[in-house]
């Protein structure tokens, strides 16, 4: 079978999904505006517009899908080269696997009607459409209720299973400061700035100390509020790693943070409950089908107060810590294994195309 992978070249989990489908057989080409390593064919970018630029990519799409001739287009990202292949009028001619990944259906439809309108354009050119939640399914259903998406999560990899394997007998209440990974970027959505207002005392203190990463649109002047506000230090920041390094990077934390204000089922989420970080999570609808009050610390996005007493309710240790933990490797374990996640969606293009890979 051979895929045309239409995808952010930047993201972590495109390359995951590209090696995925490779080691399970199929051949597969990723096309991007974005800059990668994993990129087989870069598209040139021709404005300083992100929206532009996926209208304009409609020609070259075209022209590698003459050339490249695959069974399958995949974009992923509704708004975004789900309109690319929209625009380039492939779909008249091959399969298209739509993946849908959250804001592109949480956020963009609700920026204007033009917004709206390309979303649902790409929704109805594409020949199936999987998402990684039941919310997003059925957020997906209120614009199109024709359309019925496949439901796969962006599970985890044998070796994020085993971190927890290590971890399994720590304890959270013990007198070092906890290490705290926020693994979302510094845009508005994610909410970065609540979270230090919140938890600025407990980091003073040196109850926990707060890792995140070094990048999105907003973090050089994040940076400089840390280092302004935090002279002491307690905030850490960490630049891109490698799929293996990041996977080892991760087994040093202790609790998992996101003060998402829109989310649907986040990679980063599943990743911490099988590897063994607790996690405490902004209450917002895409979260609900993996983080409840049974599995995590969960709080208002729009209260401080509710993420810092939840997150001092946890350090307390009056919490059925590890049993928690367990409970969520178990069903990390059981609902989202990585390799079971790529042969649901290759079963997908099998049927569509009618021979397996």
Known sequence: MKILLLADGRSVHTERFRKGLRDAGAEVKLASLEPGEAVDYPIKRKSSLNSIN???????????????????????????????????KVWKQKPVVLHGLGSDILVSPRKSFLHKWRVIKSLECATRVVVDSQYLSNEIKKLNPEIEPAVIPWG?????????LKKEGANID???????LIPRPHNPVYNNNFIIEALGDMVRKRRIVLTFPARGDDYKVFRRRCEREF?????????????????????????????????SSPASLIEAMGAGLFPV?????????????????????KDKESLESGLRRLLSGKLN??????????????EALFSENIRQTLSIMEAMIGRKV
Do not use: C, M
């Open 156 to 164: 985890v990899e044998e070796a994020v299973l085993q971190i927890f």
């Open 174 to 180: 013990s007198g070092r400061p906890r290490q705290v």
């Open 54 to 88: 996926y209208f304009l990519a409609g020609r070259q799409i075209r022209e590698l899908t003459e050339s490249f001739d695959p069974d399958i287009v995949n974009p992923h990202f509704v708004s975004g080269y789900g309109y690319t292949v929209a625009v380039s």
């Open 281 to 301: 999570v902004g209450d917002v609808p895409g979260v609900r089908e993996w983080a409840n009050d049974d599995s995590s610390i969960l709080f208002d996005v």
């Open 321 to 334: 810590y590890r049993g928690i933990l367990l409970k969520n490797h178990r069903k990390v374990r059981s």
């Open 231 to 263: 002279p002491e230090g307690g905030i850490n920041f960490y630049g891109f790693l490698p799929r293996r390094e990041y996977i080892k990077f991760l087994g040093g934390f202790d609790i998992y943070l996101s003060a998402a204000l829109s989310d």
